[in-house]
């Protein structure tokens, strides 16, 4: 056995080498993140692609900086393959253990993660971090159904829609920031407070609660009927079920003077399995 002195072959090998250390040391703070704070992966397949990568560089790497006898290469390559074999069985297994729901925000600074077992139905929302990491924050409220929907209603608000085990739909809200800049918590309905249209819809926001006039039929949803989430945004429940989804835009602007009326606009989201696209409403004065 004896070492390349090709000069581009050597430089390849020795990136492919370090590529290999790369996604090493990345899968040992991963062990280490996940054994004492609960940090995951956005999606548990990357696990066993990482260790793909890292198997892939170092055979690359022993390849172009070695050179090998026609046996020793024939070994590398047979362990090889059944080192990819062997995790693309596990990455199988583990995707029907558990069911990733992940998507990027649309300005990509976001990633919303929801991992569901669907054995038991139980669905749990992660915060990310770092891109790829993620926290687990709270369990959905409701036990899923193994029917999916995800909309972003701005780049950092996503709406999950899912039906639950008596088959009602649910709607859970990931929210990645506020429209306050961080100073204090406000709650969603006082803030849209007064009368909202576009789309061929009217929101009406008072003491009463929040009515949805949509295709000509109005409905009050009273203030306990409705669930709010973050600083974001609010979901109007009938029945124990999800029907609405109101969102602030990025443009809404909190007022400090509650009497200074509001700016910017806001979302109006339809609760169904069907493809439907959120409307945009601004604010008008009441008659």
């Known amino acids: 056995m004896k070492i390349n002195r090709n000069k581009w072959t050597t430089v390849l090998g020795w990136c492919s080498l ?56 024939w070994i590398l390559s047979g362990a090889a393959i059944l080192f990819f074999i062997v995790n693309g069985v596990l990455l199988v297994e583990n995707s029907q253990e558990t069911n990733n729901i992940t998507s990027i925000s649309p300005d990509w600074k976001h990633v919303f993660v929801v991992k569901e077992n669907p054995a038991t139905g139980a669905a749990i ?26 909309k972003w209603l701005a780049n950092d608000s996503a709406a999950l829609t899912y039906t ?16 306050g800049g961080g100073r204090s918590y406000y709650y969603v309905g006082a803030e849209i407070h007064g009368q909202w249209q576009g789309g061929g819809a009217l929101v009406i926001s008072n003491t009463k609660g929040i009515s949805v006039t949509e295709a000509g039929t109005t409905e009050l949803f009273e203030w306990d009927s409705i669930v709010q989430f973050g600083t974001l945004a609010v979901v109007l429940k009938r029945d124990d ?47």
């Open 241 to 287: 079920q999800a029907v609405w989804t109101l969102s602030l835009n990025k443009d809404f602007e909190i007022h400090s003077d509650a009497s200074e009326p509001a700016t910017g606009t806001i979302r109006l989201y339809r609760a169904t399995m069907e493809n439907n696209e959120p409307l945009t409403l601004r604010n008008e004065p009441l008659n």
């Open 18 to 73: 370090l590529l290999a250390i790369g996604f090493f040391g990345l899968q040992i703070g991963y062990l280490v993140m996940h054994r004492f704070f609960q940090v995951e992966y956005i999606d548990n397949q990357l696990f066993f692609i990482i260790n793909c990568l890292c198997f892939l560089g170092i055979t690359v790497s022993l390849l172009l900086l070695l050179v090998l006898t026609r046996k020793m290469i």
């Open 125 to 150: 929302y992660y915060r990310s971090y770092y891109g790829i990491f993620c926290r687990p924050k709270q369990v959905l409220p409701y036990r899923a159904n193994d029917r999916y929907k995800l």
């Open 164 to 179: 639950d085990a008596n088959d009602k739909i649910q709607q859970f809200i990931g929210t990645y920031g506020d429209r």
